[in-house]
């Protein structure tokens, strides 16, 4: 969500005008995040998120928006878009895809406690069982066939600077592979998932300690993918600490629970979490090492540190956690 392209508030008012969504009062550029260009827009009307779409393309991006839209519709606290008289979601600025969506309420939680990360579970298990009927089909975009394509061209920087790193990636991604071609895996119960829940596209709003999880948004990176790997994903977010990589159990333990109490795991989804939390942790460290070998211009862009998923996939694969039950 960095600034790549630059938005008028003429430029921006004249959207509104399009969508009849009332006249701008405030464009503020978000800085947070590396993917798209976001701004908070206020209108008479209301408080909303624009996004230009900077990667993606005209064509894949109904997946994204209508199953924000389906999500929505079903109870979730997912941001809708903003549809024109016609029903339109994916709007055009500055010669590129855009969006306006709901700007819902509440901040971020950096440090979650278990009462967080129950939310969480909770939440996460409903999405998956509301997106089950979702019509549209789009793969996970940053998944394996993307890490095959990707770790050649991370590999080179790695292989001049630290042979270590590059052999862990290599091994790694052979590891994934085979996972992913085993009978095993064929049996994750699959569908739309978020793939990128991490704790800033989460939001929470009351009293502390009685905090309500009222937003999840940034759907961006969603696809159709084993559920599991929404759940690895969490884990490796909101239950670890970021000095040791190590999982804290209290925390880990809530967020399955919460999940398997709405939508019960399968056994194969038990047995095959730990391998799956390795898979979590090498997408990240993989896409952030590519975001700082091939950077992009962009005004207040702040590529992530990739050095702690490569310590979250080593504590992983060292230290694997399996959930209770």
Not at 99 to 108: D, F, I, K, S
Not at 163 to 179: G, H, P, S, T, V
Request: aromatic share 10%; charged share 20%; net charge negative.
């Amino acid at each position: 969500m960095a600034v790549f392209t630059e938005v008028s508030p003429t430029e921006a008012g004249a959207l509104l005008d399009r969508l009849n969504a009332g006249p701008l009062r405030a464009l503020q550029p978000i800085a947070s995040g590396i993917e798209n260009t976001n701004y908070f827009v206020t209108t008479d009307r209301g408080d909303w998120v624009l996004t230009l779409f900077e990667r993606m393309s005209f064509e894949q991006l109904p997946f994204y928006l209508r199953l924000m839209q389906h999500l929505a519709a079903a109870g979730l606290p997912v941001p809708a878009p903003y549809a024109d008289a016609c029903g339109d979601v994916l709007h055009t600025l500055c010669g590129k895809p855009a969006a306006l969506v709901q700007r819902l309420p509440g901040a971020h939680q950096m440090a979650p406690d278990l009462h967080h990360c129950t939310q969480l579970g909770q939440v996460l298990a409903r999405m998956h069982l509301a997106g089950a009927d979702f019509p549209l089909h789009q793969n996970n975009l940053r998944g394996l066939a993307w890490w095959t394509e990707t770790v050649p061209t991370v590999l080179p920087f790695f292989d001049a600077t630290d042979a270590d790193k590059a052999r862990l990636m290599r091994e790694e991604l052979a590891f994934q592979q085979a996972l992913a071609a085993s009978p095993s895996h064929a049996q994750l119960p699959r569908g739309p998932i978020h793939a990128d829940l991490f704790r800033d596209n989460a939001l929470f709003d009351g009293l502390p300690g009685h905090e309500r999880l009222t937003g999840v948004f940034d759907f961006y990176f969603a696809g159709v993918d084993a559920w599991l790997f929404d759940i690895a994903v969490c884990l490796n977010d909101w239950c670890v600490d970021a000095e040791t990589a190590r999982l804290d159990d209290i925390r880990a333990s809530g967020l399955i629970d919460a999940y398997d109490h709405v939508r019960p795991l399968l056994p194969v989804e038990r047995r095959l979490l730990p391998a799956m939390m390795r898979a979590a942790a090498f997408r990240f460290w993989l896409s952030r090492a590519w975001d700082l070998a091939l950077p992009r211009e962009a005004a207040m862009l702040h590529p992530k540190d990739p050095g702690l998923f490569e310590r979250i996939l080593r504590e992983r694969i060292v230290d694997p956690w399996h959930p209770p039950g």
